[in-house]
Each structure stands twice: as structure tokens, then as C-alpha cells.
């Protein structure tokens, strides 16, 4: 490892706004290497460690877990605690440890916790500038629907040059009152800082610049710390936060030919137009999307999950299985080649993908051999289900019917009526499918004993008001407004709960866009009359929906009974059939 953790010694308070400038210009090494030799010399500075976990959280969360597991074992009392917070350890300090340390991050806790005011009581009496933002971040969030108190101001009067702080003023005045002369008096106090001879003090003009968004200016500033000697890697701007990169998205979408941002990186790029082409999916205008994901395609660097994406897109748009399986194959290679991800889910969708084209063509032994590959890499259910249809297209009932089996044993539901087709011999296909032992596979070190069941929060966030999910068989769709394949499924859910309306059974389609307002617009249009309609990103996080669309079957205990990924198409009239059943309605 290039960090040489056991021996951290400090270079000066430079290498951490050179950290700084390495985290905000996308140079990952450089601003661990900077924190290094900041380390070095003070294992405990305060600024450097937080500065170290918003990296390592950011890039590489498994590094920093390692890191910290180390100096909670090895460390001095101070670096023990530093360690503690950084792992969401409870905060145990013990002999030895600086006081000041101790109110620090006890305070740091509770801010991560949402608790402000907690916060504030550990910084009771505290005299310290490293407290001051600290303590400004808990008063901001205390009044965010109000002005700045005037300790706060008062903090960014006898701070100016710390830009963190005029970056939580900024962030608080989103929803209140710009006060402008804050404004006025941190350009100016950045303007001083600017023509100072030290590179520290330019570095504090340049990140102040940044936080308040002046580009020009801290373009300026990058170019006096390129005469000062400083050839660390600045960004021109500060980097899109996801809901800025939405919003620009959005504002690309508005164009009639959406145009490529000026001063962005090429992956600030690739995530604007990805949400773009969603807002273009969105509003049924598809040609204008599949423009934009194509457009995606063409661009340096693009985010293999944004490639995979795109590629996903136009394969439901129609595209050609000739220029598909070319892509997939750019996809596998941009895989490989990327050592800070974990590729196996992206390998995965890439030789499913290459196996769906292949049987477009009608080449169903590649298609069987990228099948294969899928299920190889751990694809499960989809790869099996997919090489059981491609056997099954071949004449290869047997061998389809085991791999239905096998898909049936890792938890693939409603493949009854493919069993009974290619069964070699005569039986119940239903009484195979209980036979089947299940073998989804556990974690390393796991235990292989059957998981508990999942318990659902009992209420959803109903748009009209709270819904029930007790004492109701229920149905939840999880979907969101710039998802393609939700559109399609939504009008199908929708006509099963007009069938299901008399027999006490409940169709809910949960929204989990990030803006109410988006999920409200497109069902102003959607026509979608018998389900009822929700938006609750909380009760989707609750039970890891990590796809879209997603839907759950719901038990009246509330414990969920089958989950279904992906557009499921056909499996809606088995799914209803089986409720009717259960609830003893059917036929």
C-alpha cells in the first residue's frame, strides 16, 4: 500500500489543503499521499483525519474500515478515538486523550446522527478554531428555515478565510434569505488571501472561491498556485453533488438539443446526461432519449453503471443485437480495467446482455455460451431461467428442465408451468419445485441455516395519507418516474388491481423518486385509477429495494413472501392467480 500507516509523520499544515485540492480534482492517490505526509507528524490532526474519511468513504469505504480497524488496535489514545468515530464505534475514550479531542468528536458524532443540538452541548465552553465550524454546521441546522444567528456571522466575520464555513452559510441561505453582505465580505477576504506570497493562504482563496461558486476567480487562484510553484491538481469548480448533477440533468432535458457542459469532468458529464436521457424516458419523449444515451456512449471515461445503463436503455428502445453485443463487449472491458470497482454484478448484466443478443440473432449456442458465463460470475435465477428458455429453443427439454430446477432452488418463482412443459417425466410440477432443495448461496463464513423472514414497516406513505399493510394481502410495486421499464409494468399492475378490487387485496406503487413533485407529474398522465399510489423512499430503503422496478408480495403478518425484480410481464397473472387462491376467491 502506497500509505505507510504505521509511520505517520506531519509535513505542515500545506499538505492538507494540497490533499484538498487533489480530493476536489479527482486525484484519489495524490490526496492520499498528501495525508500521508500530513499524518506524519501529527497522527491526531483533527483536519486531516476528517479530510482522510471523506475520502476513503467516498472512493474506498473497504480501505477505510481497514485503516481504522488498524489504529483502533494499534494507535495512541487519540488516534483510538479518531478511529472510533471514523467506524461508527461508540465513543469510549480513555486515558490520555485530549479533552478538546474528546468535545470534538463526541460533537462530530451527534451532527452525523442529526442531532444539533446534542452537538452543541459538547462544544459548551469549548475554545478552540477547530469547534467553529463545527458548532456553525449545529446552528445552521437548527435554523434552517431562519437567518443565520449571529454567532454564526460572527464566526464567518473572525474566520474568513476558512471556506467550509462560508460553504455551510451558503448551503443554510438555499431555503432563507442570500445575505449578501456575507457574500461581499468573504470575496474580499479571499481577494487578501489571494495575493499572499504562501501557498497555504492561496489555497484557502481558492477553496473560499470555490464555496461560493466563482469559477473564474478560483481559476485565478489555480493559476498563482501553478507560479507559486504548487502543480497539485485543482479543479476549476467544485464538485456536482447528485442532486446538483439531477438539476443540470434536468436543465439538459429542457433543450431541444442538449449540449455537453463547459468546465465539467467527463464523469460530471456522463451522470448530467444520464439524467437527462431519464427525464427525456420520462416524458415519453424516447427518440430524444435514446439520442442522449447514445450520445452517453461516445464519451471518455463514462462510469461503467452509467455504460451499463445506457446499454440497457436502448436494448429496450430497439436497438440492433449486432451493435449490442459490441458494447457489451466494450462494457466487459471497461470492467476489467477499472481496479476500484467491483465488477462481478457488471460482468454479470454484460454477458446477460450478450446473451439475450445473440439469441436475437438466432446464434443460440453463443447465446447458451454467454449464459453460461452469467451464471459462472454468480447471475443466479436470470442466467438460469435464461439458459432453460435458449434449451429450450433448441429442443433440449431435459437439460431445460433442470436448469428451471436449479433457477427454482435459488429462489426463482413461477416457473411451475415451464417445468410441466419440458419434464422428462410424468409428475407434479408444482410438488418438483418443493422438492428442490434451496441453495441460495451464503457469505464466506456464513451460516447456510434458512434466513429469518422479512418484516415490511406497517404503514406506507400514502400520497392521500398513511396506508395499512395489516391484516391485507398486499401487492407493492416500487417504481420511479425516469425508469423505463417501470412504465411499462405500471398500467399491468394497474389493470390487476381494477381484477382484485372486490376481494380485499391491495395493489400500492410506491414511488421512490427523489422529489415528490416528479412522482405527482407523471401520474398527473399516467391514467392509472385502481392502485393505490405512494412515495415513501424510506420504506424502500427498509427493505433494500435496489432495482426498479421491484415487487413484493405481502402477507397479512406483513412478512414478504416473494420478490420479484425487473418487468415481470407474464408472472402478474400467476402472482394474482395465487392470491385468489390463498385468499380462497379463485376459481
Known amino acids: 500500500m502506497w500509505i505507510l500507516w504505521t509511520s505517520l509523520s506531519l509535513a505542515g499544515e500545506i499538505d492538507v489543503w494540497r490533499a484538498r485540492a487533489a480530493l476536489a480534482g479527482g486525484d484519489l492517490y495524490g490526496t492520499l499521499s498528501h495525508l500521508d505526509l500530513a499524518l506524519t507528524e501529527d497522527p491526531a490532526d483533527w483536519s486531516a483525519h476528517a479530510l482522510l ?216 458529464q456522463a451522470r448530467a446526461l444520464t439524467w437527462a436521457a431519464r427525464e427525456k424516458s420520462r416524458k415519453g419523449q424516447s427518440r430524444a432519449a435514446q439520442a442522449l444515451w447514445e450520445q452517453l456512449l461516445t464519451l471518455p471515461q463514462v462510469p461503467s453503471p452509467l455504460y451499463l445503463e445506457a446499454l440497457l436503455a436502448l436494448e429496450m428502445d430497439g436497438r440492433s443485437p449486432q451493435q449490442l453485443l459490441l458494447e457489451a463487449e466494450e462494457l466487459r472491458m471497461r470492467v476489467a480495467m477499472d481496479p476500484l470497482r467491483q465488477p462481478d454484478t457488471l460482468l454479470q448484466e454484460a454477458w446477460l446482455l450478450s446473451a439475450r443478443s445473440h439469441r436475437r440473432l438466432g446464434q443460440l449456442e453463443q447465446a447458451l455460451a454467454a449464459a453460461d458465463l452469467a451464471a459462472a460470475l454468480g447471475a443466479g435465477g436470470a442466467a438460469l431461467v435464461l439458459q432453460g428458455e435458449i434449451l429450450e429453443q433448441l429442443g433440449q427439454g431435459a437439460a431445460a428442465f433442470f436448469a428451471y430446477a436449479e433457477a427454482a432452488s435459488l429462489g426463482a418463482e413461477g416457473l411451475e408451468m415451464r417445468l410441466e412443459r419440458v419434464a422428462p417425466v410424468p409428475g407434479d410440477p408444482a410438488a418438483v419445485v418443493q422438492a428442490i432443495p434451496k441453495n441460495s448461496p451464503a457469505p464466506q463464513g456464513a451460516s447456510k441455516t434458512s434466513p429469518a423472514p422479512m418484516v415490511v414497516p406497517g404503514t406506507v406513505r400514502g400520497l392521500d395519507g398513511p396506508l395499512s399493510l395489516e391484516g391485507h394481502w398486499s401487492v407493492v410495486v416500487f417504481w420511479a418516474s425516469w425508469c423505463p421499464p417501470c412504465r411499462v409494468e405500471l398500467p399491468e399492475a394497474d389493470a390487476m388491481a381494477k381484477r382484485l378490487e372486490e376481494t380485499g387485496i391491495q395493489v400500492i406503487a410506491v414511488s421512490t423518486d427523489e422529489r415528490r413533485e416528479d412522482a405527482l407529474k407523471y401520474l398527473s398522465s399516467a391514467g392509472l385509477e385502481h392502485m393505490q399510489q405512494a412515495w415513501d423512499r424510506d420504506f424502500a430503503r427498509a427493505i433494500d429495494v435496489n432495482a426498479l422496478p421491484t415487487m413484493i408480495v405481502v402477507d397479512p403478518r406483513g412478512i414478504v413472501v416473494q420478490t420479484l425484480q425487473g418487468y415481470v410481464g407474464e408472472e402478474l397473472l400467476r402472482i394474482e392467480h395465487e392470491l385468489l387462491e390463498e385468499c380462497g376467491t379463485g376459481e
Do not use: N
Open 53 to 268: 474519511r471523506a475520502a476513503l468513504e467516498q472512493e474506498l469505504p473497504w480501505l477505510r474500515t481497514a485503516v481504522y480497524r488498524d489504529l483502533a488496535v494499534s494507535g495512541s489514545p487519540d488516534q483510538r478515538l479518531l478511529a472510533q468515530l471514523a467506524l461508527g464505534e461508540s465513543l469510549r475514550p480513555g486515558e490520555g486523550v485530549d479533552p478538546v479531542l474528546v468535545a470534538l468528536a463526541l460533537a462530530q458524532r451527534h451532527l452525523d446522527q442529526g442531532a444539533a443540538q446534542a452537538s452543541l452541548s459538547c462544544l459548551e465552553g469549548v475554545v478552540d478554531p477547530r469547534a467553529v465550524p463545527l458548532r456553525a454546521q449545529a446552528l445552521a441546522e437548527l435554523d434552517r428555515a431562519r437567518p443565520l444567528r449571529r454567532e454564526v456571522r460572527e464566526a464567518l466575520r473572525a474566520y474568513p478565510e476558512q471556506p467550509h464555513l462560508s460553504a455551510i452559510a451558503l448551503r443554510h441561505q438555499q431555503d432563507t434569505v442570500l445575505d449578501f453582505g456575507l457574500r461581499s465580505q468573504a470575496l474580499s477576504a479571499a481577494g487578501e488571501l489571494l495575493v499572499g506570497e504562501e501557498p497555504t493562504t492561496v489555497y484557502r482563496a481558492h477553496a473560499l472561491y470555490l464555496s461560493l461558486g466563482e469559477r473564474e476567480l478560483a481559476l485565478a487562484a489555480a493559476s498563482r498556485l501553478d507560479a507559486l510553484g504548487e502543480v497539485q491538481a485543482l479543479a476549476a469548480h467544485r464538485s456536482w453533488s447528485d442532486a446538483m448533477t439531477r438539476d443540470l440533468g434536468r436543465l439538459l432535458a429542457l433543450q431541444g438539443s442538449p449540449k455537453l457542459l463547459d468546465g465539467a469532468t467527463p464523469q460530471e
